[in-house]
């Protein structure tokens, strides 16, 4: 059974908008829950971390939601630019040992002029 | 991708034959993986290690096996590759603050595209 789940369907916006992504989680509670970037031809870029003591963390341009009652993290982009787009990955440790990430399949943003 | 190299970055093998990939870092952190990342299944965790010589099995562990005898390389070896193992594979690193303490972020190589014919 899928335990993480983020929207397959690929989410068109326009520059200078906000841009939502959401990462769905069950069966678990995870102690903090991370989100990624991947371009085409790259690996994964660490954005953002967010523990389950925060409801929310932000860095520039990007913001993240944790809501763990929910089992739901939230990943904005505010002012989107052309150069936002790429697969924005979620991310979180299933197993409890603190070593291990299981990561979504991954929602691919494109901003358009 | 700094800190982190993969070798080789495209390979072209057949079914049955041997292959191991090669991942070295600079970074001396504890903790490495290997991913494979497939469309519609995103990064599945292959093997990793939190140390020298120590491993452990992750999602995807069938017809894989890895080896660590130095902090800066991990190698994943297909003892015989199968059309199924056609993928692109990632390794990862990661450190933590200290024994037991949690990993967070990890921080990620360019990846190898392996097409097994």
């Known amino acids: 059974s899928q335990k993480i789940e983020q929207n397959s369907e690929a989410l068109n916006i326009q520059e200078g908008k906000t841009a939502t992504l959401t990462c769905n989680y069950t069966?678990?509670?995870?102690?903090?829950l991370q989100w990624y970037r991947q371009d085409p031809g790259r690996g994964p870029v660490f954005l953002l971390l967010i523990r389950e003591n925060e409801k929310e963390k932000r860095k520039e341009r990007l913001k993240v939601t944790f809501d763990t009652t929910l089992k739901q993290s939230l990943f904005h982009i505010t002012a989107s630019q052309p150069a936002d787009s790429a697969t924005y990955l979620c991310a979180l440790d299933l197993t409890g040992g603190g070593n291990k990430l299981t990561f979504g399949t991954g929602t691919q943003l494109k901003v358009e002029l | 991708d700094a800190g982190i190299t993969q070798s080789p970055r495209h390979k072209v093998t057949e079914t049955g034959t041997p292959v191991t990939l090669r991942c070295h870092q600079t970074e001396n952190h504890r903790y490495m993986y290997w991913y494979r990342q497939d469309p519609g299944h995103g990064l599945r965790l292959i093997h990793y290690s939190y140390g020298v010589k120590d491993t452990d099995k992750g999602e995807v562990s069938d017809g894989y096996s890895v080896s660590r005898s130095k902090t800066e390389d991990f190698l994943l070896t297909l003892e015989s590759a199968t059309s199924s193992q056609t993928s692109v594979y990632f390794c990862a690193i990661s450190e933590s603050s200290g024994q037991g303490a949690p990993v967070y972020e990890q921080y990620f190589g360019p990846g190898t595209r392996l097409t097994v014919t």
């Open positions: 069966n678990y509670s995870p102690a903090y």
